[in-house]
Nanobody
């Protein structure tokens, strides 16, 4: 079975940091890119960052560059999202998802094949 298990969320104060993890199994890791998305209450799902597990290429939306860092451990088939300088606007459920490597860098949710269950990040002011 394909699984993406997002974890690492929690309650943090403004200015704090979190490292989210996305542990994967059940598919050929190197054939896919892993994207991180978030969805705040009442808002659409927003793509944030993506890493191509084959090439190692990394992508970020402009608004998170400098604060978010995506990385992967191919041996563990796990992708990480380090978030620094958290602000209340970062409060959301964070999801990881897998898409074929040819689509790496795209944040169109409909083209992603597999999704994790999400992990909640709450930033207090």
């Amino acid at each position: 079975d394909v699984q993406l298990q997002a974890s690492g969320g929690g309650l943090v104060q403004t200015g704090g940091s979190l490292r989210l993890s996305c542990a994967t199994s059940g598919f050929t890791f190197d054939d896919y890119a892993i994207g991180w998305f978030r969805q705040a209450p009442g808002k659409d799902r927003e793509g944030l960052s993506c890493i191509d597990n084959s090439s190692g290429n990394k992508y970020y939306i402009n608004s998170v560059k400098g604060r978010f860092t995506i990385s992967s451990d191919n041996a563990k088939k796990t992708v990480y999202l380090q978030i620094n300088g958290l602000i209340p606007e970062d409060t959301a459920v964070y999801f990881c998802a897998a898409v074929a490597s040819e689509y790496s860098g795209s944040y169109t949710p409909e083209i992603y094949d597999y999704w994790g269950q999400g992990t909640l990040v709450t930033v207090s002011s």
